[in-house]
T-cell receptor
Framework: AQTVTQSQPEMSVQEAETVTLSCTYD???????LFWYKQPPSRQMILVIR??????QNATENRFSVNFQKAAKSFSLKISDSQLGDAAMYFC???????????FGKGTLLTVNP | AAGVIQSPRHLIKEKRETATLKCYPI?????VYWYQQGPGQDPQFLIS???????DKGSIPDRFSAQQFSDYHSELNMSSLELGDSALYFC?????????????FGPGTRLTVT
């Protein structure tokens, strides 16, 4: 079974600075996808960024980028120029196998300090 | 752009009652996933449907059942409700093979069992 581990239950960052959230996963599959979802206090699940395992290039979406290390099974999220609106719970998620259901980590609660 | 619609948004039931949650996926999405998120927990996969057929099953109690209809909307039926069923229930939809199986989440149904 696939597992996703987020070792940082909480992180904080100053507004305008950069923060990196860590995620590791375990799988025996070769074809899979990795995601970061953001869950603000409204509890809506918002897709932040996606990475295909077969792509070596790290995904980037505006201020959000990932560091995907396939051999190490590591998938970290970097948030640059942090904004107050970035404050939320961030979930790392794995999708693969025959159905591509999402397996989530326990989440990292990000606080942005003004 | 159209999003995933869930109804009702909030539901309060008593123990041993029955609840029905509805999900309307994004148009042209052929796959629906149901997730349960308990307080302070990560979302857990319950069940999924592809083209109106059950495609995968997770840790869904036998008291729960679900189906996907000809118009692709899905319903999650929960019977003999227990206090532990109180949670946020998400529906997510995706279009198979599209954009790395990205799943788009609805706003969730908050179920409270008293």
């Amino acid at each position: 079974a696939q597992t996703v581990t987020q070792s940082q239950p909480e992180m904080s960052v100053q507004e305008a600075e950069t923060v990196t959230l860590s995620c590791t996963y375990d799988t025996s599959e070769s074809d899979y996808y990795l995601f970061w979802y953001k869950q603000p206090p409204s509890r809506q699940m918002i897709l932040v960024i996606r990475q295909e395992a077969y792509k070596q290039q790290n995904a980037t979406e505006n201020r959000f980028s990932v560091n995907f290390q396939k051999a190490a099974k590591s998938f970290s999220l970097k948030i640059s120029d942090s904004q107050l609106g970035d404050a939320a719970m961030y979930f790392c998620a794995y999708s693969g196998g025959s159905n591509y259901k999402l397996t989530f980590g326990k989440g990292t609660l990000l606080t942005v300090n003004p | 752009a159209a999003g995933v619609i869930q109804s009702p948004r909030h539901l309060i039931k008593e123990k041993r009652e029955t609840a029905t949650l509805k999900c309307y996926p994004i148009p042209r999405h052929d796959t629906v996933y149901w997730y349960q998120q308990g307080p302070g927990q990560d979302p857990q996969f319950l069940i999924s449907f592809y083209e109106k057929m059950q495609s995968d099953k997770g840790s869904i109690p036998d008291r729960f059942s679900a189906q996907q209809f000809s118009d692709y909307h899905s319903e999650l039926n929960m019977s003999s409700l227990e206090l532990g069923d109180s949670a946020l229930y998400f529906c997510a939809s995706s279009r198979n093979w599209d954009r790395g199986y990205e799943q788009y989440f609805g706003p969730g149904t908050r179920l409270t069992v008293t």
